[in-house]
């Protein structure tokens, strides 16, 4: 379990109310157009923001709602990353659906994951809102954000953050990797493979020898 995932569930664990990487939900119907509509805004906003965790079953005060939402927890994943499709375009699948427990009661939740690029909607949100009437939880090629304890359209500032945000995380990836290289005990040897040992855009393989000699078999990794 990753630090962040485990900081993200123990905030939810005790959290009294919404914030930019959190988010209450009294109820949801996984039948209704509208409720897909708005929690689907919900997860990219988080994605776009740097990951976070929706809950379900609780007020926006973080009560308990009275409601059995349960069912959520055998709900596929698999489905839920068709439906941000439909709507993006993107096969963001960086969510699970996990337990999180506060005063002894169960909530099922969807933790999200950071998108490593902003997640921009290609078709409107479009639910009946009853008496004929549309209404719209997002509008075409709109970015979401969170905003304190909302979903809603990005601005600059937006941008400018997510863009830090990766740089940050680059460097610290490139960072991690040097200090291996630094690091590594005295007569190891670290070796930069040729381009023909890189993995096949079809075969995804490679063939690799332990020794030198050439006519030894090779390995198919």
């Known amino acids: 379990m990753s630090t962040d995932r485990e900081r993200t569930i123990a905030r939810a664990e005790l959290a009294q ?16 157009n509208e409720a897909w509509c708005e929690v689907i805004k919900d997860i990219v906003a988080f994605a776009n923001s740097g990951g976070g965790i929706i809950l379900f079953g609780l007020e926006n005060n973080g009560t308990d709602a009275g ?22 375009g993107n096969q963001f699948a960086d969510l699970e659906i996990v337990e999180v427990v506060r005063s002894g009661r169960h909530y099922p939740a969807f933790l999200i994951s950071r ?52 740089l940050a995380n680059l460097r610290r990836s490139m960072l991690q990797g040097m200090r291996k290289v630094v690091e590594a005990p005295i007569g190891h040897i670290v070796s930069v493979l040729p381009t023909e040992m890189t993995l096949g855009a079809h075969s995804g393989t490679f063939e690799a020898r332990i020794t030198d000699n050439p006519d030894a078999p090779a390995i198919s990794i």
């Open 17 to 32: 109310r919404e914030s930019k990487q959190l988010d209450f939900k009294r109820e949801f119907d996984t039948a209704s």
């Open 67 to 88: 409601i059995n939402c349960s069912s959520l927890m055998e709900y596929d994943i698999a489905d839920i990353t068709n439906k941000i499709f439909k709507y993006t």
């Open 115 to 166: 998108s490593d690029v902003p997640i921009i909607f290609t078709r409107p949100g479009t639910y009946d809102a009853g008496g004929g009437n549309q209404k719209r939880a997002f509008s075409q090629g709109t970015v979401y954000f969170r905003h304190g304890g909302k979903s809603e359209p990005g601005n600059q500032d937006d941008l400018i953050v997510w863009r830090d945000r990766e």
